[in-house]
């Protein structure tokens, strides 16, 4: 009888079997990186050994010099994902609406999305001379042009039918922006935000690099320039901790809060 | 027995009036067109018509979300010319398929359509219990769309249709995707709620024999660009069976009386 629904415990048994699965290939892809670290530091000069690095590491964690460079470059991959996002949005919507800046919209867009980071980077370094505008410049610049195609795919793919169901219930625009448009493009902000917002982390540090003193790219560039390869080691380590962490406890877990609508199993909204 | 036909609508002074209806997806080639349609108030109403004969689309215009090419459209005295306004009467559709917003609960998507025609927030909760429970889907209330199964995601939009306690429901061949036995369940209980509830509903079909059962009149169209073709009181007393040989005998004189009409003729 097609009156019943799904089941929720076969879904709900699959979803633990995948997520064992999930923890053994994450525990293998780590240990396979951990065992190439400790073989290129048997074979080379400039890899530092993981005991080394480990035993540092605590010191590292401490010294009152290390936050206010993580926190400047959080600060900074925040402030111009937003910009960008927003920014996103607002192309996309030009882009959407078609006509004559809808094609000159998509024209910048097609543009930028081809700049190399390097070459932006340069470029705010000329326009902004060394100053914290030419990061955020930077980050926003790279990371805009694929925030707003990810947005348009999700505008150029609005559900008429439900726009239909919205006229014929007299649904105000305010309703209708807030139960119709603005879910339905959820699931695209949230592509776009946790793939640019990785590729945010590795532009800003370039941007430091080139750009500002502060921050962990700049601590970075220090550390090579120097050659303490501990030190580099251990920003490389806070930077793929904040970056995979916030990634897996933040925005995964939010999105997956957002979207249970879609999920398999019989989890009521509550 | 027979079907009764009746006499051609236009000088009468329906619930529902349909004039000189025309409407055109280009501009150019109508899909309706000359439509005259009359529904009394409290009046159960089946459009009978070929696929593709423009069945929906009148559905659309009557909803207010399409505007037609000529012609006039009046519920309950007042006009609906396609603006779909705030003070527009308001009306249930029933889709072909449930159209319930995916990211909204069961009775998030009731509730939403209450307050957008300015329900009181208390007679929300009170209406959203009472439809869902006479629709037997109380239990998925709080349950998203995408959870339900085929039928229970129809009586979800039946019962937000309904909770509106529209001037009309329009229903638009809501039962064509669910399998034969879960549709029959429906026609069923549709029926026993339409004589509950006493509202005015104008359900669109190709079925003769969904027609026959649910109806107290058929409009039966032309194929596209349609036109009425024929009007006909269903003379069986209510409880009906979808079993019932009167239904079959009724189904067959009008599968004859349309043949020719819908462009069976020459294929059998």
């Known amino acids: ?270 | 027995m027979s079907t009764e036909r009746v006499s051609a609508p236009g000088g009468g002074h329906g619930y529902i009036r349909v004039e000189n209806l025309r409407v055109s997806y280009d501009g150019v080639t109508p899909a309706l067109t000359d439509l005259h349609m009359e529904v009394e108030k409290g009046e159960f109403v089946a459009v009978l018509g070929p696929s593709g004969c423009g069945k929906s689309t009148l559905l659309h215009v009557m909803s207010g979300v399409m505007r037609p090419q000529a012609g006039r459209i009046e519920i309950g005295g007042r006009a609906i010319d396609g603006s779909a306004g705030a003070d527009a009467p308001p009306i249930g559709y029933v889709f072909q398929d449930h159209r319930l917003l995916p990211w909204r609960t069961v009775a998030q998507n009731i509730a939403i359509v209450l307050r957008a025609a300015g329900v009181p927030k208390e007679e929300i909760r009170r209406r959203t219990d009472r439809y869902l429970e006479m629709l037997h889907i109380d239990a998925f209330r709080d349950m998203w769309p995408m959870r339900l199964s085929g039928g229970q995601r129809q009586r979800a939009s039946i019962a937000r249709a309904l909770a509106l306690q529209p001037a009309v429901v329009l229903m638009d061949e809501p039962f064509s995707t669910l399998d034969e036995v879960t549709a029959r369940l429906m026609r069923q209980q549709l029926a026993e709620l339409w004589q509950a509830s006493e509202q005015t509903i104008v359900f669109v079909t190709h079925s003769i024999r969904e027609a026959l059962f649910l109806a107290d009149r058929i409009y039966i169209l032309t194929k596209g660009p349609a036109r009425v073709f024929d009007v006909v009181d269903v003379p069986i007393d209510r409880p009906r069976r979808y079993e019932d040989p009167k239904l079959t005998e009724l189904e067959g004189e009008i599968v004859d009386r349309v043949m020719d009409v819908w462009g069976l003729g020459g294929a059998v």
Do not use: C
């Open chain 1, 1 to 270: 009888m097609t009156e019943r629904p799904n089941s929720p415990t076969g879904a709900l048994r699959t979803r633990r079997r995948v997520s064992w699965l999930d923890l053994a290939l994450g525990a293998a892809g780590l240990g396979s990186l951990l065992l190439l670290w400790w073989a290129g530091s048997r074979t080379t000069t400039f890899v530092p050994q993981i005991s080394e690095v480990v035993a540092g590491l605590p010191e590292f964690l401490t010294d009152e010099e290390t936050w206010p460079d993580v926190l400047a470059t959080v600060r900074r991959v925040f402030g111009a994902l937003a910009i960008a996002m927003v920014a996103g949005f607002l192309a996309a919507y030009v882009m959407h609406r078609g006509g004559l800046w809808g094609r000159v919209m998509e024209r910048y867009v097609s543009i930028m999305l081809g700049i190399p980071s390097t070459i932006a980077a340069l470029l705010a370094l000329f326009i902004f001379k060394r100053s914290e505008i030419g990061v955020y410049f930077v980050v926003s610049i790279i990371t805009f042009p694929f925030v707003a195609l990810t947005l348009l795919q999700g505008l150029r793919a609005a559900d008429k039918r439900l726009d239909e169901m919205g006229e014929a219930y007299r649904l105000p625009t305010s309703a209708h922006a807030r139960h119709i448009a603005a879910p339905h493009l959820i699931p695209y902000t949230f592509a776009a935000l946790r793939n640019e917002y990785a590729h945010a982390w590795k532009v800003v540090v370039l941007a430091e690099l080139f750009a500002v003193n502060t921050g962990m790219g700049a601590r970075f560039a220090r550390a090579f320039d120097r050659f303490l390869l501990v030190d580099a080691m251990h920003w490389l380590i806070v930077f793929m901790v904040i970056l995979l962490g916030t990634e897996f406890l933040l925005l995964l877990p939010t999105e997956r809060r957002v979207l249970r609508w879609r999920g398999s199993g019989k989890e009521a909204a509550t």
